[in-house]
Every structure is written in structure tokens, then in C-alpha cells.
């Protein structure tokens, strides 16, 4: 296996988008950060609201303060780098780089490529499913921040991946990185499944607050759960973690990115 400088030439990645916008959603919603969206993810989640970003795209769109561009996929660590360098010098100020996707640790080695490169700038927001543990360890030295999902079967229509989320957010929370959970709800959520990921979260992570995120239509910001739902839901989980808090997806509400 290669190593050094040699291995950061020869990593590849797939880069859907890049651009600055408001924060949606958690801890640090309405702050002002770089997006890195990375293409591919190995869910397909029923809600999912990037469907472009499941799958490797041709062409990353790069949208600075002239406008939008295009350019070819793949991305060298050191080609990515000069892109955010470049888009971080003109738009500041910048609150950190939010590396989203898709799932970013689907390209672990190509992620952590890259972020070493970044190493003393500005702090990394990670926002991952936590599903995938050993590949997190492979990135977290470069990140300050993780955003994980509780990913809720009946939602989702995916398998259960709660002994997943139980690693990663130990490992993240051992690590000292600040973290948060969202778990994206709606009228179909089970209820049974909200006190389990609140309790996980409650043993795994006790710090860390937990957002309940009502869910949307596909293409509008209507909420696809009703406000009683929402009160019941938070109730549950809030009998077994302190910190629950509901909060929609900002971006979809102001209409941004």
C-alpha cells in the first residue's frame, strides 16, 4: 500500500457539490459554512432530500459568489483543496467546512486524504449516517465536529443499524469531538424505534443533544408529521435523554441550498 505523498496522488474522489450556505439543521443551524457534498451512498433511505448525491455524479457544481460552474469528476485530495482554498477566500466569514453528501465516509480514505491536507484551518463539521465505524476512525483525527443520524427502519425502510450508531458515537465521543444526533421523524416513525435511538443516544453519547427532525415532502417544505405527533414523539424520548429538541430543516424553509 502506498503511503506519503505518493498515496494522496494516486486517491481519487467524487465531489457532487460546493458551495456556502446557512446551516439547516443541529447545533449549528444559521451559521455560515463551506459545503463539501461527496457523491455516493450505500442507503437509500425513503426521504432522502439528495438523491442526485447517492450515486458518483460526472461533474461537480461549484457555486461561488460569480455564479455556478462545472467541473470534472474525479477530484485529486490536492484538487479539492484548492477548490474549498479558493471558494473559502471569497466568501467569508466561514463559522467551518461541512463535509455532507451522500455519505462522506463512503470515500473514507479519499476524506481523510483530503482533510489532512486542511489540517489548522478551519475547523471540519462531519455529517455521516454513522454506520460505517472503522471508516469514521480513519477520519476523525481531522474532524472537530460530528453530525449523526439515528436512522429509524420504519422511516427510512432500510435495515436496523443500531449497533453501528452505538460504535460510532462512542468512538467519536472517546474521541473528544463535539457531537450532535438528528433523527429524522415523520407520521409513519414508530414510536418504539424514537425511545430506542433516544436511549442509545442517552448511553453512547449522554452529552450530546438530540434533534428531532420533521420530515418533508420530497419537493416542498411541508412537514410530513402533525404537531401532536411531534409533542408525542418528544415526550417519549425526552423520558429517556435529557437534551431533546425539535428543529426543521432551516435551508428548506428559507429556500437555500
Known sequence: MLSGPDAVRTLAGNVS??????????????????????????????????????????????????????????????????????LAAAAPPLHAIAVTGGEPLAQADFLASWLALRANTLPVLLETAGILPARLARVLPWVAIVSFDVKCPSNTGERARWDEHDACFRMAVAAGREVYVKMPVDEGTAPEEVERGARLVAEAAPGAPLFLTPLTEPTTPRLTIGAGTLERLHALASRVHPDVRVLPQLHKVLGIP
Open 17 to 86: 457539490a460546493l458551495f456556502v450556505s446557512f446551516q439547516g439543521e443541529g447545533v449549528h443551524a444559521g451559521r455560515r459554512q463551506l459545503f463539501a457534498r461527496l457523491g455516493g451512498c450505500p442507503l437509500r433511505c425513503r426521504y432522502c432530500d439528495e438523491p442526485e448525491s447517492l450515486v458518483p455524479v460526472a461533474e461537480c457544481r461549484i457555486l461561488g459568489p460569480d455564479g455556478m460552474r462545472r467541473r470534472a469528476n474525479p477530484f485529486s485530495p490536492a484538487a479539492l483543496d484548492a477548490e474549498v482554498t479558493a
